[in-house]
């Protein structure tokens, strides 16, 4: 089973295809609304520290667990724990796969519509008049369902040329593509007149501004934007090689992960100082406050083009790896061919995309616990499913799988050293968990102290 499995074909190609599964909307889209509303670069600081210092080891777990499993998701905790019911680890992370593509590839067809309107010249000067804009197109009944459509097609052709030719062979033409797009739009716009004071607000930190809300959010957006607790570092990782290097590909990734995170910040708060516009806009500020912005600028249509381009690149590599955590579940588990498993994902994904699509407008009325379709899949996703996931995980590796075990995979079979491997071990016993409950707790509301 594991000689007919597809593999990476090699070490660049794994870099890519995981970073991609990190950067994608969490970066372009979460990340700098996030560092707006919580003041800045001591957010930055604070994120970058989350990362290294204990999601990193995270990432380590999940790379151990599927390339020691050499299987899906559900089948990685069915081998190394068998007869037990850590196998449920896996059907979260399936659950979550499902969840977030929901309302993913929604937001991923929202950037194909603003592709195209940079192209028409639809974006306009006024802000009333780009509200308004937005607000016609979010509750179109029509054009959202559409290029969620589009979207997700276009990811599910990736995903069923399989793992060397598809995934890997896109994410080595689409990542390349993406970093420079984004750093031809960071150049443009450090040139701005007033960009200097956006570039102070991301490299000047102010650490009166942080408070326990905002420790919680970078960790969150940490664990978020690496992809943690949705079964894509497991399943991928199930795809590599044993004498790679796990621990230079998470490293590798995890830094990919964080300039990418920089480069959109250096992209955007430039030029929402430069032309006068609050930082703290909130997930309005992509999709609203920068067409605002490209409308001003010479040749705006072509950076918004280019600009809508790369988070339409950076949503594709991050959602093929969520269709790929349910399409090898369905491959491995259910015995059903790539094609027909990517269909089946598909079509579950049509329906409930298309439910997030339209629970701006006509199904706006529409409440599951108080919350629309749209609302209602990134509520689950992100504030039940990964954490309680992520928590899984790291209780998984730090108390159940062996130490031996996890030694061998970080070494890859004695082949590197790991010097920082007690220390790996430590945060994945004690840290980590208490870290994650933490992200949990606050989600539900019970950290009141913050």
Known sequence: MQNSRDHFGSQFGVLVAVAGSAVGLGNFWRFPYLVGTYGGAAFIIVYILFVLFLCLPIMFSEFVI????QSNALGAFKKLAPGTGWWGIGILCVAASFAILSFYCVIGGWTIEYMYQSVIGGFSADSVVQNQHFTDFSTSPFRPILWHL???????????????NGIEKYAKILMPILLVMIIFIAVRVLFLPGASQ?????????????????LL????QAFFSLSLGMGCIITYAS??????????LGTYSSFADLGFAMLAGLAIMPAVFAFGISPSEGPSLVFVTLPLIFAQLPLGNIFAF???????????????????????????ELKVSRRLSVAITSAVVVVTGSLSALSFGVLKEVKIFGKGFFDMFDYLASNILLPIGGLLIVIFIGW?????????ELSSGGRYKVPIFGVVMFIL???????????????LGFLKLF
Do not use: C, H
């Open 66 to 69: 599927g390339r020691r499993s």
């Open 306 to 332: 280019v600009f809508f381009a790369s988070l339409l690149i950076a949503a594709i590599t991050s959602s093929i790896s969520l269709i790929e955590v349910v399409t090898a579940y369905f491959t491995e």
């Open 400 to 408: 159940v799988l062996s130490k031996s075990a996890v030694k061998e």
């Open 198 to 214: 956006g570039v102070s607000f991301l490299f000047r930190p102010d650490f009166s501004k942080i408070t326990g809300q905002s």
């Open 429 to 443: 016993k004690f840290v980590a968990p208490v870290a994650i409950a933490l992200i949990f707790l606050n989600s």
């Open 217 to 220: 959010a970078a960790l969150g």
């Open 239 to 248: 795809y590599v090689k044993k004498e790679e290097s796990i621990v230079k």
């Open 150 to 164: 589009v979207f997700l097609g276009m990811s599910a052709f990736i995903v069923v040329a399989g793992i060397k």
